[in-house]
């Protein structure tokens, strides 16, 4: 699964790296990403759909879906539960 994390969110990135997740800085990864973990206004997320991303095309996931994440309030195990079952509260 590869995770890409909003900068900004280091302590995020870096525990989940810790529990063996691939975590990439989602502004300069040119690859699709199979969770989006950001903290704010999900509104103001531009990163993931192909066709802003002429890149990800070329290399397509079998779920191109992408599961969004706000980190706003949420521990680290928090998001990990919602990472392995894919499953989060509606936005807000």
Known sequence: MVIGV?????RIK???RKRGYQVV???KYNKPVDAFIYEGN?????????????EM????????RVFFIN????SVDEI?????????SPLS
């Open 71 to 74: 980190s706003l309030g949420k």
């Open 25 to 27: 800085n989602i502004e």
């Open 42 to 54: 999900p509104f103001q997320v531009s990163y993931t759909t192909r066709k802003d991303n002429p």
């Open 14 to 16: 870096r525990e989940l």
């Open 6 to 10: 909003q900068q900004g969110l280091e």
């Open 57 to 64: 095309r070329a290399d397509i996931r079998s779920n191109d």
């Open 80 to 88: 990990e539960d919602m990472l392995n079952t894919r499953y989060s």
